[in-house]
């Protein structure tokens, strides 16, 4: 069973900067797939944030975070980072990460089905 933990949540002032980590066991490593994160703002429905696929550096981000966030990788360490910078009070929401199943390429927020999640980890930014 595939289990993904998120941590690094945190309150942050505008401008701040946090790293959430997801870490990612249960499955087998040789086995590529896309790891993304979405979060959800209190209100307002799901929205991809960044995808990455496992196999490469491609990476897929949404307009909104584009050039202030940066989703990374560590195979080794079968985790998935998302570096959040310049931060705003918009991007308050609860951040997900979550795991496609085996994937050649291609990662969209949309395509492939995210069949795995996590439990999330808030990020509050105050202005």
């Known amino acids: 069973q595939v289990q993904l933990v998120e941590s690094g949540g945190g309150s942050v002032q505008a401008g701040g900067s946090l790293r959430l980590s997801c870490a990612a066991s249960?499955?087998?490593?040789?086995?590529?797939?896309?790891m993304a994160w979405f979060r959800r703002a209190p209100g307002k429905e799901r929205e991809g944030v960044a995808t990455?696929?496992?196999?490469?550096?491609?990476?897929y981000y949404a307009d909104s975070v584009k050039g202030r966030f940066t989703i990374s990788q560590d195979n080794d360490k079968n985790t998935v980072y998302l570096q959040l910078s310049s931060l705003k009070p918009e991007d308050t929401a609860m951040y997900y990460c979550a795991a496609s199943g085996p994937r050649l390429d291609g990662c969209l927020f949309g395509s492939p089905e995210y069949r795995y999640w996590g439990q999330g980890t808030q990020v509050t930014v105050s202005s």
């Open positions: 249960g499955y087998s490593t040789s086995s590529w797939r896309c």
């Open positions: 990455i696929w496992t196999g490469g550096s491609s990476t």
